[in-house]
């Protein structure tokens, strides 16, 4: 069964670097989407993206944030500059044409130091 | 604006018994309801989705569904527990975009 992937499972970062998260989606899916969850909280919708363009993200997806599909596989998520606060699992989701229902990778768990 | 609910953020119940997750959600129309499971370290797996069609939703692993729209709910049932379905619990709406509106979670506790 086709299913989403993630690239690396655990990041351990320094504060004020820069990280990028990967994911591969199912081959014939056109939306993507990044979702967080800080432990304890709950999974909050960061962006999604479509015809290699951002379709919505909300307000936790400032300036620091971007995303990218560079190869027409990957799906990245950089992170410019962390802070303490982006600690966090951040799941990469994809979905077809036709449906809302969205499949989601297993995620990276990002640690900043 | 949406919003989902999970009244019980922890439920423990015996191995055999039934399973009772409550789930309400709050929308301005129609959304698309879907239940999600997380075991340790793994993602969010699919375990079923309501769309329309009909009130009571059937998923995997014997896991069930019934939309009640007067009561704006979305309960998860299963009729026997197993040690497997130890895991964490996610209701989810959609939220007129693209985007998903996650409930904060039900961690189910099976016993033995």
């Known amino acids: 069964e086709p299913e989403v992937t993630q690239t690396p499972s655990h990041q351990v970062t320094q504060m004020g670097q820069e990280v990028i998260l990967r994911c591969v989606p199912i081959?014939?899916?056109?939306?993507f989407y990044w979702y967080r969850q800080i432990l304890g909280q709950k999974v909050e919708f960061l962006v999604s993206?479509?015809?290699?363009?951002?379709?919505?993200k909300s307000e936790i997806f400032d300036d620091q944030f971007s995303v990218e599909r560079p190869d027409g596989s990957n799906f990245t998520l950089k992170i410019r500059s962390t802070k303490l606060e982006d600690s966090a699992m951040y799941f990469c989701?994809?979905?077809?044409?036709?449906?809302?229902?969205?499949?989601f990778g297993p995620g990276t768990r990002l640690t900043v130091l | 604006a949406q919003s989902v609910t999970q009244l019980d953020s922890h439920v423990s119940v015996s191995e055999g018994t039934p399973v009772l997750l409550r789930c309400n959600y709050s929308?301005?129309?129609?959304?698309?309801l879907f239940w999600y499971v997380q075991h340790p370290n793994k993602g969010l797996q699919l375990l079923l989705k309501?769309?329309?069609?009909?009130?009571l939703v059937k998923g995997i692993n014997g896991f069930e569904a019934e939309f009640k729209k007067s009561e704006t709910s979305f309960h998860l049932t299963k009729p026997s527990a197993h040690m497997s379905d130890a895991a964490e619990y996610f209701c989810?709406?959609?939220?007129?975009?693209?985007?998903?509106?996650f409930g904060t979670g039900t961690r189910l506790k099976v016993l033995a």
């Open positions: 989810v709406a959609t939220s007129g975009t693209y985007k998903y509106i």
């Open positions: 929308s301005s129309y129609s959304p698309s």
């Open positions: 993206f479509y015809n290699n363009e951002i379709s919505e």
């Open positions: 081959s014939n899916h056109l939306y």
């Open positions: 309501y769309t329309s069609a009909a009130t």
């Open positions: 989701a994809t979905s077809g044409v036709g449906t809302d229902t969205q499949y």
